[in-house]
């Protein structure tokens, strides 16, 4: 967490240059982990794939992309009650598998 937290400020004055609001942005971060079990950055990007090439990717990704929407979109556009109220549902109204745990829209970031 700190080393994520160092990267974004060292570019904070190059994030948003132009100060305009209700924008995000979504960065890759590569790490690699040796075998004490330590985590070491391999590089962030700006203009990460977003490419569902595998199985995990393909649970990860979508859960990724809806949260990033979580904690902007729905912050300035509140989903409507039906919504809410279906919270349990995949977008196609199928169920999640067991090993998807879909967190609460109306919990804090």
């Not at 809410?84 to 169920?95: A, P, R």
Request: charged content about 30%; overall charge neutral; proline content about 9%.
């Amino acid at each position: 967490k700190d080393v994520v937290l160092m990267s974004l400020e060292s570019v904070k004055k190059k994030l948003n240059p132009e100060d305009r609001r209700y924008v995000f942005e979504i960065f890759g971060y590569d790490f690699i982990m040796d075998t004490d079990f330590r985590l070491w950055l391999i590089e962030v990007n700006s203009n990460p794939c977003i490419e569902e090439a595998s199985p995990i990717l393909e649970i990860l990704l979508p859960r990724m992309i809806d949260d990033a929407f979580k904690m902007t979109l729905d912050v300035l556009f509140p989903p409507p009650i039906r919504y809410l109220q279906k919270k349990n549902e995949c977008f196609d109204g199928s169920k999640p598998p067991p090993y998807i745990k879909r967190r609460s829209r109306t919990s804090n970031f």
